[in-house]
């Protein structure tokens, strides 16, 4: 059972913006910085969104974090088939004294 | 450039114990603290334990504490993972990452992953 909550499933036509959300609560979203992978099917995952809204170097402006409260925000524009994939939140959790991830959200691109 | 190689993975019975390696090159692998990240057969990631760059501090998710312990060795640029009393729920595959810290930590480099088989 994940920490965090994402909804199992997203999908939105080629060139359409998608939002995959990532709610938890005070002692993990709220007050530690969110990070979020991509993970394309058969291969490992990968680092997309790092602090909240930071992008690695490599990865396009088309994605973008956001976080208000105890939620946090995948944004991702101009879709393209090869957006397909899994996309994980994760971030620490106090009360745990463990990090987390959300359960996952498959993107399929229609 | 930048490679994390996991192994040691396999088929085990169920009691058993197993040792994963995961052999960094492409960066000051000293430098930084790092991640076993486990993912069970069509579900999804999950957190096992992290251990500072210097082994100093380790941390575990609550489903392995007390069975599994992370250990590195700087010198070999080698991380570990000691995995024992093994349970079926325990089979998936394990990959390594390296922990970045900015504001939190974040894992930016990833392995390819080695697939652990909990079975009798």
């Known amino acids: 059972q994940s920490v965090l909550t994402q909804p199992p499933s997203v999908s939105a036509a080629p060139g359409q913006r998608v939002t995959i959300s990532c709610s938890g609560s005070?002692?993990?979203?709220?007050?530690?910085?969110v990070s979020w992978y991509q993970q394309l099917p058969g291969t490992a995952p990968k680092l997309l969104i790092y602090?909240?809204?930071k992008r690695p170097s490599g990865i396009p402006d088309r994605f973008s974090g956001s976080k208000s409260g105890t939620s946090a925000t995948l944004g991702i524009t101009g879709l393209q088939t090869g957006d397909e994939a899994d996309y994980y939140c994760?971030?620490?959790?106090?009360?745990?004294?463990?990090?987390?991830f959300g359960g996952g959200t498959k993107l399929t691109v229609l | 450039q930048v490679q994390l190689v996991e192994s040691g993975g396999g088929v085990v019975q169920p009691g058993r114990s197993l040792r994963l390696s995961c052999a960094a090159s492409?960066?000051?692998?000293?430098?930084?603290?790092m991640i076993w990240v486990r993912q069970a057969p069509g579900r999804g990631l999950e957190w096992v334990a992290v251990?500072?760059?210097?082994?100093?501090?380790?941390y575990y998710v609550d489903s392995v504490k007390g069975r599994f312990t992370i250990s590195r060795d700087n010198s070999k640029n080698t991380l570990y993972l000691q995995m024992n009393s093994l349970g079926v729920d325990d089979t998936g595959v394990y990959y390594c990452?390296?922990?970045?810290?900015?504001?939190?930590?974040?894992?930016?480099?990833w392995g390819r992953g080695t697939l652990v088989t909990v079975s009798s």
């Open positions: 602090d909240n809204n």
């Open positions: 492409g960066f000051s692998f000293r430098s930084y603290g």
């Open positions: 251990i500072y760059y210097d082994g100093s501090i380790k």
């Open positions: 005070s002692s993990n979203i709220e007050n530690n910085y």
């Open positions: 990452a390296s922990v970045r810290r900015g504001g939190g930590w974040y894992f930016d480099y």
């Open positions: 994760g971030t620490w959790d106090s009360s745990l004294s463990a990090g987390g």
